[in-house]
């Protein structure tokens, strides 16, 4: 396996730019933040990003913890990719990262600096500072199920490659430990919003209870709700299904589990 490293100060837009720098080189995979990423999947890893402090999110980015190590090398070895690409802030972070993988030291390093301007750099550090956002090399979909509850955004660069245009997806997030705080949310404010939506919904009455299980996967809701009298039951609780699930993943940018309809009869 041929290992090669992209190195640069935290903010420069490393994550950013490691998309592409791995198109450019045919790498197809990478090491960014604790995350391994193979073929544009998330394969294995805890991300650094999910820590509630900046001293978590070094230990977390270096593999400080034994199972995290073990989860990680065990992905490489059995995705077993012919080249990978290791992100760190210096170059000696790098190599302590390739060393805790048991993969070989890095034949090359990149410096941000080598395929970056300043004012490219300048804008990274821009947006990190002012937005506190940081970005993950991989799509939204497979993003949002290690980030419920986060703020998550896409973002996809386009270029031309033997006549076609393809495009490669990242994904913009707001870790906890921003300065903006963290974000969180109470069961009540699950129950209100399916309250409110089912006031507008085809089919139903009122809503008689509602609960949620809300976890780092994102958040299950179940809910038992009466019928308006004439109304078809089974189309009333799967439009009741679908709006509440396109409603609660909206409001509060949960990754959604799963949304559990029970129906009663009419009211009189």
Not at 72 to 100: F, H, K, N, Q, Y
Not at 124 to 138: C, L, N
Not at 189 to 200: A, K, P
Not at 207 to 223: A, F, K
Request: with cysteine; net charge positive.
């Amino acid at each position: 396996m041929r290992v090669y490293g992209l190195s640069g100060k935290s903010g420069t837009g490393k994550s950013y730019n490691a998309s592409e720098l791995c198109r450019r080189m045919d790498i197809p995979a990478l090491i960014d933040d604790g995350l391994f990423i193979c073929n544009g999947s998330i394969e294995a890893g805890r991300s650094a990003k999910k820590e509630r402090t900046k001293i978590g999110a070094v230990k977390a980015a270096i593999f400080t913890s034994d199972a995290h190590r073990d989860e990680v090398a065990a992905a490489i070895r059995r995705e077993d990719p012919p080249s990978i690409l290791v992100l760190g802030t210096s170059d000696e972070m790098v190599c302590r990262i390739a060393e805790r993988l048991g993969l070989p030291l890095p034949e090359d390093i990149i410096h941000i600096e080598d395929i970056t301007t300043p004012e490219q750099r300048e804008i990274a550090s821009k947006k990190r500072q002012e937005d506190g956002t940081h970005v993950i090399p991989a799509p939204t979909f497979q993003v949002k199920k290690r980030f419920s509850g986060y703020f998550v955004n896409p973002k996809k660069n386009f270029y031309q490659a033997g006549g076609r245009t393809s495009g490669i997806e990242k994904t913009i997030v707001r870790p906890t430990y921003s300065y903006l705080g963290s974000y969180e949310i109470s069961e009540k404010v699950i129950s209100d919003i399916v309250s409110i939506i089912m006031r507008y919904t085809d089919g139903i009455s009122r809503v008689l209870w509602t609960s949620s299980d809300l976890s780092e996967e994102g958040v299950y809701v179940r809910t038992i709700v009466q019928a308006e009298k004439g109304a078809p039951v089974m189309t009333a609780a799967l439009e009741a299904q679908r709006a509440i699930y396109r409603a609660v993943k909206k409001m509060t940018d949960f990754n959604v589990l799963g949304v559990e309809v029970e129906l009663r009869g009419y009211r009189r």
